[in-house]
Each structure stands twice: as C-alpha cells, then as structure tokens.
C-alpha cells in the first residue's frame, strides 16, 4: 500500500506561485507512476499533470501546459506541483495520485489506486 499526504495549497493572487509537495509512504515509490488532479466545486475531477516512474517522461493537460511543472525525488518519496503564473480559474482542490497499472499517460482517475486527501488552492483575481 502507498499513502499520499499533500501540502503547499493556500490563497494566492493571480499571477502568482505556489509548490504543491506529496510526500509518499512505503519503499516502492519508484514502481509508480504518479498524478496531479484537481476538482473545483461541483465539477468532475480533472487530470492536471503524470510522471513516469523514472521522472523521466511527463503529460500535461493543455491547461496547465507552459505554467505548471511536475518533479518526483526518488530520495525524498516525494512528487512536487510547481505551478507558476496562476490563474482563477486554477482554483480547486488539488489531489496526489498513484499508479501501479498505469503510465504518465494515464488521465483517468479510475487507472489510479491511491489518492492523498487534497489540499485546497484559491487563486484571487
């Protein structure tokens, strides 16, 4: 089993940066690719970025492509969410996600097995 805990969410204003950290439990971090997603009020859950088990290869959605980037240090257990030049409607809360099946390319979140709790990012215009 793998357990995800998420930190770094908070109130920024447009324009702004935060860094999203999720740290993994357990020693097979590396045998799992790993996602971001996001779910803003009364949405579906959406795929925002996934790194291959190596760190080598990434996916972004559109939306976030050219602001956010996603790392994974195998040393530290722990996947980060640089996002940069944030925008309103960035606004959700953001999940950590791992996958054991899948790929980088996995956008769906039924291909994930593990999810952290979330943490809450609001972006003020």
């Known amino acids: 089993q793998v357990q995800l805990v998420e930190s770094g969410g908070g109130l920024v204003q447009a324009g702004g940066s935060l860094r999203l950290s999720c740290a993994a439990s357990?020693?097979?971090?590396?045998?799992?690719?790993m996602g971001w997603f996001r779910q803003a009020p009364g949405q579906e859950r959406e795929f925002v970025v996934a790194?291959?088990?190596?760190?080598?290869?990434?996916y972004y959605a559109d939306s976030v492509k050219g602001r956010f980037t996603i790392s994974r240090d195998h040393a530290k257990n722990t996947v980060y969410l640089q996002m940069n030049s944030l925008k309103p409607e960035d606004t959700a809360v953001y999940y950590c996600?791992?996958?054991?099946?899948?790929?980088?390319?996995?956008?769906?979140?039924?291909?994930?097995?593990?999810w952290g709790q979330g943490t809450q990012v609001t972006v003020s215009s």
């Open positions: 357990g020693r097979t971090f590396s045998s799992y690719a």
């Open positions: 996600a791992a996958t054991g099946r899948g790929s980088y390319y996995s956008t769906r979140p039924s291909e994930y097995d593990y």
């Open positions: 790194v291959s088990r190596s760190g080598v290869s990434t």
